[in-house]
């Protein structure tokens, strides 16, 4: 069976950068992002965000903030950025490395109480 790749772009606030990598389906997803469940946030109106679903749940230390006008809430730990095809399905992120770093305000510590 043939998987195309799409080009994203992966958000790491433990490695503390910010890197292109390819995805071809959801397991890419999961091995990218680190987790089991993700779930998404818009980017913007061509991109989608992905991130651990239970990321707050399961003790993740580190997270990716976004300028407010991009998302207004840290997400815990890593993001991946793909871009959004006209039929919902995966396509490259339509974004240089460049702009996702000016949309960054800064990775993070998660502090827990």
């Given at each position: 069976?043939?998987?195309?790749?799409?080009?994203?772009?992966?958000?790491?606030?433990?490695?503390?950068?910010?890197?292109?990598?390819?995805?071809?389906?959801?397991?890419?997803?999961?091995k990218?992002?680190?987790?089991?469940?993700?779930?998404?946030?818009?980017?913007?109106?061509?991109?989608?965000a992905?991130?651990?679903?239970?990321?707050?749940l399961?003790?993740?230390?580190?997270?990716?903030?976004?300028?407010?006008?991009?998302?207004?809430?840290?997400?815990?730990?890593?993001?991946?950025?793909?871009?959004?095809?006209?039929?919902?399905?995966?396509?490259?992120?339509?974004?240089?490395?460049?702009?996702?770093?000016?949309?960054?305000?800064?990775?993070?510590?998660?502090?827990?109480?």
């Open positions: 069976m043939f998987v195309s790749m799409n080009k994203a772009i992966l958000l790491d606030p433990f490695a503390n950068t910010i890197s292109h990598v390819n995805v071809g389906d959801f397991h890419d997803i999961q990218h992002i680190g987790c089991d469940m993700f779930t998404t946030v818009r980017f913007d109106e061509r991109n989608t992905f991130c651990d679903d239970e990321g707050l399961n003790g993740t230390e580190r997270c990716v903030r976004f300028v407010d006008e991009v998302y207004p809430q840290a997400l815990a730990g890593r993001v991946l950025i793909l871009g959004d095809g006209d039929c919902g399905e995966s396509a490259d992120c339509t974004h240089t490395l460049d702009y996702v770093k000016s949309k960054v305000k800064h990775f993070c510590e998660l502090f827990y109480e």
